[in-house]
């Protein structure tokens, strides 16, 4: 698991800096506006068919179903894979020329049919995993950034609301280039003719059988994902910039979890699978341990990074060109609430795969309409009550995933590390309260350095003690009682039944 995490995790690590040069060219050359805003809106709307059946949607569901027809011969497993890519394009391409037609001329109508080729990135992105490639589907992303890149500087010059809609465009071109990468490595791993795999079957008795369980993991999905593009309009309704903030923010605080939290859950997917489908319970067991314990130990310091240090941060990453030093201190307070959840929400990416694997689909989507429900019932009390700003809605979300997580670990039928997950959380908040103590009034400032390398001094400055802090924490949680037991290193005291 450890390999292809790291293949992964190589990949990711480059694609994840192209995204970051990505957000950086948004950021210098349109700012904070409104109308950058009713953008990150469109795209979050545009992107709910790409998260519904590409990243975390389909995907979740063909690789265990790919795994059980793979023991029963290659060729019938890549007829299957065959199959689902037909079946999707059939579903796909009536839905979107409809909403076309629907959009015309709107910022999002110029998205749309990149959603078609991310459905299909992803697919065969969970094609290759099973077949051992990590590197290649996790570094594709970084033919995306590069021509979101190139349009944001050559459309900067242009009126606004006429160089997003540029932009728009860029991303369905980037979404195509990003699928085609995938294809020659794709078909070299068929064990059928490239003449059969041409053969139009959609919707054969294999892709039927995947449909029940996986619409629930479809109705899951789509519940949250349709929950995070209100967040967005609850967060306009807060603020008319809020929804910049808060996609400025959020995009920094998905950075760890790209890098570490999906790289484990890509990897460790159809390992689960394969374990559980050859019932071998006792390597399930250790993979999902092993994976949470990785995951926990590589996210807790992103989270005292953000939480601690967010507002220079933010000034290092996004100060510059037209994003103003207001806007900085507002993404950073939103970055802040947003890193509540970090932790959580990187452990829910590992908890999901588990019960997929066990072919429990019930469990993951309840554990979302949970979540979701809370979320919305507190975005509504936080901005129309208490008329609160864009912040409220990091909050809410970090206070959901939470729940969330609290729900799937309860109901995870294996060992589950939760002292050293209170260790852990309790260290960064130990840490967090003397960071404060220590600088009262970083959250509330107005005036940010202009020259780069002072930006970068103070962030190093209000870094350095609980940096060190948690450096000290991090060698005495070496020191906790580690044992064998059935094949799984676990804490003695950490294990659940």
């Not at 400025?248 to 374990?275: C, D, H, N, T």
């Not at 909050?395 to 002292?419: C, D, E, H, M, N």
């Amino acid at each position: 698991m450890i390999r292809q995490a790291m293949h992964f995790f190589l990949g990711t690590l480059i694609s994840r800096l192209g995204g970051l040069l990505r957000e950086l060219s948004m950021s210098a050359c349109f700012g904070a506006s409104a109308l950058v805003g009713d953008f990150f809106i469109s795209y979050r709307w545009s992107n709910i068919f790409r998260r519904l059946l590409g990243e975390g949607g389909v995907s979740n569901g063909f690789i265990p179903a790919y795994e059980r027809y793979r023991q029963e011969g290659g060729a019938k497993a890549d007829l299957f894979f065959r199959d689902l890519f037909w079946s999707l394009l059939v579903l796909l391409v009536p839905i979107i020329l409809l909403i076309e037609c629907i959009f015309m001329g709107s910022v999002a109508s110029y998205m749309l049919f990149g959603v078609i080729f991310i459905v299909m990135y992803a697919l065969f992105m969970a094609y290759l995993q099973c077949h051992g490639y990590y590197f290649l589907p996790s570094v594709a992303p970084t033919i995306f950034n590069l021509i979101w890149v190139g349009g944001c500087f050559v459309l900067c010059s242009y009126e606004q609301s006429y160089a997003l809609k540029g932009i728009a465009l860029c991303i369905s071109i980037a979404f195509l280039f990003q699928w085609i990468v995938l294809i020659p490595k794709t078909a070299k791993c068929l064990q059928i003719s490239l003449k059969e795999f041409l053969k139009i079957h959609p919707f054969s008795l294999e892709v039927k059988e995947l449909l029940k369980p996986l619409s629930l993991t479809l109705i899951g999905i789509a519940a949250t994902q349709l929950n995070g593009a209100i967040d967005l309009i609850f967060a306009k309704w807060a603020d008319p910039k809020g929804a910049a903030f808060l996609s400025y923010a959020i995009k920094l605080e998905q950075v760890p979890m790209g890098l570490f939290g999906v790289a484990v859950s890509q990897a460790i997917a159809p390992l689960l699978a394969r374990a559980y489908q050859s019932k071998d319970l006792a390597q399930y067991h250790f993979l999902t341990e092993k994976s949470l314990r990785l995951t926990l130990k590589l996210l807790a310091p992103f989270t005292l990074l953000f939480f601690v240090a967010a507002p220079p941060f933010v000034s290092v990453i996004y100060g510059r060109g037209a994003f103003l030093d207001q806007d900085v201190t507002l993404t950073a307070q939103a970055l802040a609430f947003y890193t509540i959840g970090l932790i959580p929400s990187g452990l829910i990416l590992l908890l999901a795969p588990s019960f997929y694997a066990a072919l429990d689909f019930k469990t993951p989507m309840k554990a979302t309409f949970l979540a979701v429900g809370i979320n919305t019932a507190l975005n509504a009390i936080l901005v129309f009550v208490l008329n609160a700003g864009a912040w409220a809605i990091a909050l809410t979300t970090s206070i959901s995933f939470w729940i969330q997580w609290g729900y799937l670990a309860a109901r995870l039928k294996a060992p589950y590390p939760v002292q050293s997950l209170m260790k852990h959380v309790s260290l960064v908040l130990f840490i967090s309260t003397i960071s404060f103590y220590l600088f009262p009034n970083l959250y509330w400032l107005t005036t940010y350095p202009k020259p780069f390398f002072d930006k970068l001094s103070l962030l190093i400055q209000v870094l350095t003690v609980p940096f060190f802090l948690y450096s000290l924490g991090a060698l005495w949680f070496k020191d906790s009682p580690i044992v064998e037991k059935g094949g799984n290193i676990v804490d003695e005291k950490n294990i659940k039944g």
